[in-house]
């Protein structure tokens, strides 16, 4: 479904990915965790393209993401993004902003994206929210609204940049359990999350990303009990002790 | 001897008014095309081409840096040279459109950099093409924040029209020019002039403000 090939990336001289190469399977869903800076993010937004990579290959879906020929925005629609600072737009409500890119870009009926927007904000548990503003929500909330913005393209791949990073402790499990759901329904995902627990209960594989190298992935089980290098074993430590 | 020049100026009101409407003309038709023009060069300003960018940069620096009327005279006095032969109106209305359109422009392309990249972002992953992000997503707000200043602008616009009575064109100036001289009573004139500019621009101060307060409301209207 996606697979990077030798990928490098840098931001002018700052070599951000070190020749990443690495398949995820559809259905898959993936962790990855890393220090901050490591290039995670830089990772995941290669794949639809919002950062461009500058050598190797990357292959989504069958399209050739490293072609600058390569029409991005049919890709795109087939890929869900969640980021960490939710990004909904302020001037529209819930429902607006779930079923913009469905009506726009898929040229669905308003009436039938609304009837969809409402099934998956129901779905996130947002159904009495429909034409609140993003301001008038709470983080949690947004950041479920988001992840229905997603889910409203009927994508391929959904990918999570941190989604639960920015939210008050009380309102991460919410946001988690709309992901697991997500996860056992199939969905091909990579999260960029440092929430071990959801590796450990909902991932196939975990890896661990330091200085743009991707340095260790496997299942979870083998990735917690016998981390191979000394840096993973290192960054868990630290993680799972706070 | 005051309420004669009361009665004189009362009785050139039609002239006053033609005057007034000359000024409408003048701004409004270089309020309406330096919008238009002012909103494509803000979004271009505002863009990534490494062509446009700079080049819209330098030309809205070089009009600011140099007086109106000295704008205007080079377009009216100037082109001729070059064989351009323009009325004074169409002068007045090339300067003033052009000097709306960089004032514009800047409020836009600020108006546009104030909404966060994450909102471009988010909208472009989800598939939306380029010009449907800066339809849907990244001008709508970024309205919101010109909307105040643009009207703000407008006024400031419609005064500086004034200049253009410099070339010729009646315009309220021009016809306070002539007046005065047959009714040697400049306050009484001008005053006159004055308050006929304030009756156009006091609405637009008002709707500025307006808009001023709804923009500080954020965005928290709820619709059910
Ligand atoms: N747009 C950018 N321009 C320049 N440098 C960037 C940019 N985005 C990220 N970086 C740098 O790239 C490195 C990796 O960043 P990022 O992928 O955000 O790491 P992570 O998500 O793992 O914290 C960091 O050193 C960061 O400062
Ligand atoms: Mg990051």
Redesign the pocket.
Known sequence: MIEFKEVHKW??E?H?LKGITLKVAPAEVLVVC??????????I?CINRL?PIQKGELIVDGMRVHESKTHMTKLRAEIGFVFQQFNLYPHMTALQNVTLAPIKVRRIARKQAEEEGRRVLAKVGLGDKLHQYPAQLSGGQQQRVAIARGLCMKPKIMLF??PTSALDPEMINEVLEVMRNLAREGMTMIV?THEMGFAREVSHRVAF?DF?ELIEIAPPEEFFARPRSERTRLFLSKILTH | MWLFYIEQLLGSLPFFLKGLWMTIAVSGLSLLAGTLVGFLWGILRASRSRLLKPLIGAWVDLVRGTPFLVQVFIIFFILPEFGIHLEAFAAAVIALTNLAACFICEIVAAGIESVPPGQREAAASTGLSGLQQLRYVILPQALRVSLPPLVGQYVLLIKDSSVVSAIGVVDVTRVGWLTVQRVPQGLLVFGLVALLYFIICYPLIRLSNRLENRMSAGYTRSRD
């Open positions: 931001f002018g700052l951000v890393g220090p901050s800076g490591s290039g995670k993010s830089t990772l937004r950062e940049d941190e960029v990303m743009g």
